[in-house]
């Protein structure tokens, strides 16, 4: 079974939160983790059953850091998993490796597992250096990092080009990609990590997804908004 995690972003206001809530079925599939805004942490930890993760973790610690949220925050709203390095912070926040390092080691700390997200845009892709951009993205955190810690993170293949377009690259393609991440990390920290698929995941191409063994889940956008069609993602991977 593959691991689903959806990330709201701010698309659902508090109503449009209730009324997801409302309709979304679980389909007694354990483990679904949700990452909402973080006002709605509190209303998903106490309405539905699912895991709740966040979209995003300050890079220091409590403190003065107006209008942060830290790891130890999180951690005392029970959330287990937090998206790190999603490509429109790196965009928009100009978040770099340093900056994700910081926020990875905060989240360790506080058991809180980091979902790492690294991909390539279409210039890139177009001129084949997906996997150089890739390792690069992986190698510039995971070298700082505690080699015994990186059993703890997920990474998330999210192709740029791929996010909200109704884009995805080819099943071959994503498996390729798949296996040059879970190579690279094992041969240089000899860990084996999960790897999770994101972009443009729907009930339209799920399916066809499910089919590459080697991707051990989802990070869904869009579709993580609308109940119907999370819940036949949830069908379809039970
Ligand atoms: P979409 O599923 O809407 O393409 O978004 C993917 C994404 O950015 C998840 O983090």
New binding site residues.
């Given amino acids: 079974m593959k691991l689903i995690v959806g990330?709201q972003k701010t698309t659902l206001n508090r109503d449009a939160v209730l009324k997801f809530i409302d309709e979304v079925n679980l389909n007694g599939v354990n483990d679904v983790v949700i990452c909402p805004s973080y006002p709605y942490i509190e209303i998903y930890n106490s309405k539905s059953k699912f895991v709740v993760g966040a979209q995003n973790v300050s890079e220091k610690g409590n403190g003065a850091t107006t209008g942060e949220v830290s790891a130890e925050q999180l951690n005392s709203f029970n959330v287990k998993y937090c998206?790190v390095g999603?490509s429109e912070r790196r965009k928009d926040q100009k978040e770099n490796g340093e900056m994700l390092y910081n926020k990875i080691v905060n989240l360790l700390e506080f058991n809180i597992k980091p979902i790492f997200c690294v991909g390539e845009v279409l210039e890139e892709k177009e001129n084949g250096v997906t996997k150089d951009v890739i390792g690069k993205q992986i190698l510039e955190v995971f070298d700082k990092l505690d080699v015994n810690k990186l059993n703890d993170i997920i990474i998330a293949y999210?192709p740029v080009w791929?996010?909200?377009t109704g884009l995805t690259p080819t099943n071959d393609e994503i498996e390729d990609t798949t296996h040059y991440i879970k190579d690279l990390v094992n041969d240089k920290y000899n860990v084996n990590i999960s790897v999770l698929y994101?972009?443009?995941?729907s009930k339209k191409n799920v399916d066809e997804l499910n089919q590459i063994d080697i991707v051990d889940g989802y990070?869904?956008?869009?579709?993580s908004t609308k109940a119907d069609e999370f819940n036949y993602i949830m069908e379809s991977n039970v």
């Fill in positions: 990330n998206i999603h999210e791929a996010i909200g994101g972009g443009s995941v990070l869904i956008g869009g579709a």
